[in-house]
């Protein structure tokens, strides 16, 4: 296998800034044609679409994932990790790519209709940012690429526990990518902030929720040094630094999609993580790492619904 230390060549893209951004802009220029073209077929009930989507993650997204998976999943698992339970896992992660794209259907394009009650039909664990708020210093919800994420900050807002919410976004390097991200996240009335400092100041000043997803691979020169599965990987600290200054509290939150219903979800809250005001670098790191062991926990209960096809340990 793969070293993860190894050095990598830097692709094209990262080499070249202007073609990157051309690129980004075709990319999104693309999502759009590719979001207007199927919108017909929203016609069909919710348990049509979704099982069509179930076959399409399993011909199209299945074969392009399943070797990235596998490396993820023999990286951290080794000997315990075996070629069946592999299969299951990636084939369950793809048909959950499909149903992503669907969720984000009926919460942006289609939310006129969208009622959260309908989606997110149970909690669990509700009391801990209702007892985090009473505090007055505002929420970081933070979540990994589980289920569909987008839902979360949603749910703060529609079911009445803020007013105030939004995203810690990262940005693309095309600005027409930045700016369909942050319009479809209003149709649903939630703010992207990408370097606005100044305004997640403000929503948590208000007693807000922001979100933030911090299970991706940071930059060498932006990351703390952490392990996640036991495994060595880089991860952002954003949401432990402004915690600190401001006195907000961490709650980590998941959206477990339903089995037979999968447009409907179970929200679990875990256990809020408080952070000393003005944290040195040492406890910023621990507290990361703290971040990172509650999202290892919930993944481990639940393998296939994160994203295992992203490169966390630098395996490629």
Same mark, same amino acid.
């Given at each position: 296998?793969?070293?993860?230390?190894?050095?990598?060549?830097?692709?094209?893209?990262? !080499?070249?800034?202007?073609?990157?951004?051309?690129?980004?802009?075709?990319?999104?220029?693309? %999502?759009?044609?590719?979001?207007? %073209?199927?919108?017909?077929?929203?016609?069909?009930?919710? !348990?049509?679409?979704?099982?069509?989507?179930?076959? %399409?993650?399993?011909?199209?997204?299945?074969?392009?994932?399943?070797?990235?998976? !596998?490396?993820?999943?023999?990286?951290?698992?080794?000997?315990?990790?075996?070629?069946?339970?592999?299969?299951?896992?990636?084939?369950?992660?793809?048909?959950?790519?499909?149903?992503?794209?669907?969720?984000?259907?009926?919460?942006? #394009?289609?939310?006129?209709?969208?009622?959260?009650?309908?989606?997110?039909?149970?909690?669990?664990?509700?009391? %801990?940012?209702?007892?985090?708020?009473?505090?007055?210093?505002?929420?970081?919800?933070?979540?990994?690429?589980?289920?569909?994420?987008?839902?979360?900050?949603?749910?703060?807002?529609?079911?009445?526990?803020?007013?105030?919410?939004?995203?810690?976004?990262?940005?693309?390097?095309?600005?027409?990518?930045?700016?369909?991200?942050?319009?479809?996240?209003?149709?649903?009335?939630?703010?992207?902030?990408?370097?606005?400092?100044?305004?997640?100041?403000?929503?948590?000043?208000?007693?807000?929720? +922001?979100?933030?997803?911090?299970?991706?691979?940071?930059?060498?020169?932006?990351?703390?040094?952490?392990?996640?599965?036991?495994?060595?990987? +880089?991860? +952002?600290?954003?949401?432990?630094?402004?915690?600190?200054?401001?006195?907000?509290?961490?709650?980590?939150?998941?959206?477990?999609?339903?089995?037979?219903?999968?447009?409907?979800?179970?929200?679990?809250?875990?256990?809020?993580?408080?952070?000393?005001?003005?944290?040195?670098?040492?406890?910023?790191?621990?507290?990361?790492?703290?971040?990172?062991?509650? #999202?290892?926990?919930?993944?481990?209960?639940?393998?296939?619904?994160?994203?295992?096809?992203?490169? /966390?340990? /630098?395996?490629?």
């Amino acid at each position: 296998m793969q070293s993860p230390t190894k050095k990598h060549k830097r692709s094209f893209n990262s !080499r070249h800034p202007k073609f990157r951004q051309v690129s980004y802009f075709l990319l999104g220029l693309g %999502i759009v044609i590719g979001i207007l %073209i199927p919108l017909p077929l929203f016609i069909f009930p919710k !348990r049509i679409l979704y099982f069509l989507g179930r076959k %399409i993650g399993l011909l199209f997204v299945y074969p392009a994932i399943r070797k990235k998976i !596998r490396l993820n999943l023999y990286y951290v698992y080794g000997d315990k990790m075996t070629e069946k339970r592999v299969a299951a896992i990636a084939k369950k992660v793809a048909a959950n790519n499909i149903y992503f794209i669907l969720d984000c259907y009926y919460l942006w #394009l289609l939310h006129f209709s969208f009622n959260i009650n309908k989606t997110i039909v149970n909690s669990i664990n509700r009391f %801990i940012p209702e007892n985090s708020l009473k505090n007055g210093k505002g929420v970081f919800g933070v979540t990994a690429h589980y289920g569909c994420f987008e839902i979360i900050p949603v749910y703060f807002l529609d079911t009445g526990l803020v007013d105030v919410g939004g995203v810690i976004a990262r940005s693309f390097p095309s600005p027409f990518l930045n700016w369909l991200n942050r319009k479809v996240r209003l149709i649903a009335g939630i703010p992207s902030f990408y370097d606005q400092a100044k305004d997640i100041f403000k929503a948590l000043k208000s007693n807000g929720v +922001l979100g933030f997803l911090p299970d991706l691979r940071a930059k060498k020169r932006l990351g703390v040094e952490s392990t996640f599965f036991g495994k060595p990987t +880089l991860t +952002l600290p954003v949401h432990v630094r402004l915690a600190s200054q401001l006195g907000s509290e961490i709650i980590p939150v998941f959206l477990n999609r339903h089995k037979r219903k999968p447009w409907e979800f179970t929200i679990i809250f875990y256990s809020a993580i408080a952070v000393q005001k003005k944290a040195d670098a040492e406890t910023i790191k621990l507290k990361v790492q703290e971040v990172n062991d509650v #999202l290892e926990h919930h993944i481990r209960r639940f393998p296939s619904g994160w994203f295992w096809f992203n490169n /966390k340990w /630098k395996l490629w």
